[in-house]
């Protein structure tokens, strides 16, 4: 790792003046603070906040990053996050990444910055933060990935089986005799690329089932884009009938959008979503939903974190990938398709 020195050194400059440039740079003359910003990036030198309180010991934080803060299922991962490492005198600091490794990038600089013992990570979509996490593992930073991990990456992760989630709600569909069933968001390797969109097409396909290219709408993972999308999706000619939303937050942008077109679930439409939070059990009716299991999830993450800070974690050891079980909660609004009838509204 780089230090002040080292960017004094190269930019022919005193310590002091390397300093003044980080904190005073106004005092610089152009040319000497140019050199002295042109030495950090070469070195890809980073300030420790807290190097002071550390001296002489070592940090009791750990950094979490979420994808979105007032979603339900980071708040509980948080939640429990922070009471597992509480017991163990950690301290939890929170950042949020709105899904978007570029957004992520400053944020993991930030929690650096603060010296945290490891980071665990809902990465966000994009290659923006990749090359900077290898670079902070490299330096002896624990990462740990939860909720969605990166096609390659080689850190150690916590996540729902999504893929046997999402074979089991279209299985679940299917049963009741839906064809036309349309997930609220379609894969893509850059906007949405995870687990649950790109397995959709392929359990469809498995039970001779078709996604009509209508149906087929690449989008966030947003409360606003998901009414948005059911809108127009029931719109069509030939609307599906049967939506399953990738998570809660989008299960209440298509609860919104169903009530204004005057539909009623389940009657003229079925609806399923990912996320057991606890709206879809308190609607008319009461929302079918694949629950994950969020509180373990976070406990086993914490465990890892704890393990490797307080046990070590060898260079060769492989990085360990933990999937867990999702469950099929079944409620009131799900029921076999209306035949030969318009589900589209008004």
């Not at 990036?41 to 300030?47: D, I, K, N, T």
């Not at 966000?124 to 490299?138: F, K």
């Not at 709408?217 to 127009?232: C, G, S």
């Amino acid at each position: 790792m780089s230090t002040i020195q080292d960017v004094a050194r190269l930019a022919g400059v005193s310590a002091t003046t390397a300093k003044r440039a980080l904190r005073d740079p106004d005092k610089l003359t152009p040319d000497t603070l140019a050199r002295v910003q042109a030495a950090i990036a070469q070195l890809h030198y980073e300030p420790d906040v807290r190097a002071g309180s550390l001296r002489g010991g070592h940090s009791r934080t750990v950094g979490l990053v979420v994808a979105s803060i007032v979603e339900p299922f980071f708040a509980q991962f948080a939640r429990a996050a922070a009471r597992q490492l509480k017991a163990a005198d950690y301290t939890l600091i929170i950042s949020e990444n709105e899904y978007s490794a570029r957004l992520e990038l400053p944020e993991l600089r930030r929690l650096y910055g603060q010296r945290v013992a490891a980071i665990m990570l809902r990465p966000g979509y994009g290659p923006d933060s990749r090359e900077y996490l290898e670079r902070l593992s490299g330096r002896g930073l624990f990462i740990l990935e939860y909720d969605y991990v990166p096609d390659r990456s080689g850190f150690p992760s916590v996540m729902l089986d999504n893929a046997q989630a999402m074979r089991e709600a279209v299985a679940y569909l299917h049963g009741l005799g839906h064809t036309r069933i349309a997930a609220l968001g379609t894969y893509d390797p850059v906007v949405h690329p995870e687990g649950r969109s790109r397995t959709f097409p392929q359990a469809m396909r498995e039970r001779g089932l078709d996604v009509p290219p209508e149906y087929q709408r690449v989008t966030l993972l947003t409360e606003e884009r998901a009414y948005a999308l059911t809108h127009e999706l029931l719109a069509l000619p030939t609307p599906p009938s049967a939506l399953i939303a990738l998570t809660g937050t989008q299960a209440i942008g298509a609860f919104q959008a169903i009530q204004e077109r005057g539909l009623r679930l389940p009657g003229d439409l079925s609806l399923l979503t990912f996320d057991n939070y606890p709206w879809t059990a308190l609607v008319e009716p009461p929302i079918t939903v694949i629950e994950q299991p969020v509180e373990q999830m976070a406990e086993l993450a914490v465990s890892a974190v704890l393990r490797a800070l307080e046990e070590g974690r060898p260079a060769h050891e492989p990085a360990q990938h933990t999937v867990l079980p999702g469950r099929l909660i079944v409620r009131g609004s799900c029921a076999p398709p209306r035949q030969h009838q318009p589900v589209s509204g008004r």
